[in-house]
């Protein structure tokens, strides 16, 4: 199958700094990717979708001007949270699904866990 | 509103001892479902895509199929490496949307 990567695999950082998490899609194009988030025993939650070239879209309840996202090629998409706080401690995961191509199969990373102090 | 639920939350197993896990769903205009393996501090690993009710499909130990509400994921003879988190996941709408996923069964296979 097709593999994204992610970088870095965990990073711990205090509180008020900021994070910036890559997603690779490494040989693939993909011109959307999304960014999940999982916290402790709970499933995958959608935070966003980046597209490349545009602005990426928020699910309801997530604050975009915390988490920003940008898509400036179609292999990398990059999460930064700023100003993290120890509440944004979590594992997010970002998956994209190939372009250009009729098969449906998205891949995900494997996960960044963020810790904050 | 899309749901998928899981069950159970988790799931003991002898060795060898098969058993199935169960994902019941509620999406308008399904796409797509999928199954994911993830293991502990690990993304999730893709499984199987079902696409119609009736489909199944296999891979190793595993078989997928789909009903019209709900899949089942029938574990045959399971081994101590079989242990993990099983995501069953959702697509509605478009090709290449976001999953809907449920929250999950935990596996723990003994010897």
């Known amino acids: 199958g097709a593999v994204v990567s992610q970088h870095p695999s965990r990073v711990i950082c205090k509180s008020g700094t900021s994070v910036k998490i890559e997603c690779r899609s490494l040989?693939?194009?993909?011109?959307?990717m999304f960014w999940y988030r999982q916290f402790p025993k709970k499933s995958l939650m959608l935070m966003a979708t980046s597209n490349e070239g545009s602005k990426a879209t928020y699910e309801q309840g997530v604050e975009k001007d915390k988490f920003l996202i940008n898509h400036a090629s179609l292999t990398l998409s990059t999460l930064t949270v700023t100003s993290a706080h120890p509440e944004d401690s979590s594992f997010y995961i970002c998956s994209a699904p190939p372009s250009g191509l009729s098969y449906n199969e998205q891949f995900f990373g494997p996960g960044t866990r963020l810790t904050v102090l | 509103e899309d749901q998928v639920t899981q069950s159970p939350e988790a799931l003991r197993l002898q060795e060898g001892e098969s058993s199935s896990l169960n994902c019941s769903y509620t999406?308008?205009?399904?796409?797509?479902l999928f199954w994911y393996r993830q293991d502990p501090g690990k993304g999730p690993e893709f499984l199987f895509t079902l696409y119609s009710a009736g489909e199944e499909k296999e891979k190793e130990r595993l078989k997928a199929t789909l009903t019209k509400k709900e899949s089942f994921l029938h574990i045959t003879a399971p081994k101590p490496e079989d242990s993990a988190t099983y995501l069953c996941a959702v697509q509605a709408g478009q090709a290449g949307t976001a999953l809907i996923f449920g929250k999950g069964t935990t596996l723990s296979v003994s010897s």
């Open positions: 999406v308008s205009g399904l796409r797509g």
């Open positions: 040989d693939f194009q993909a011109t959307t």
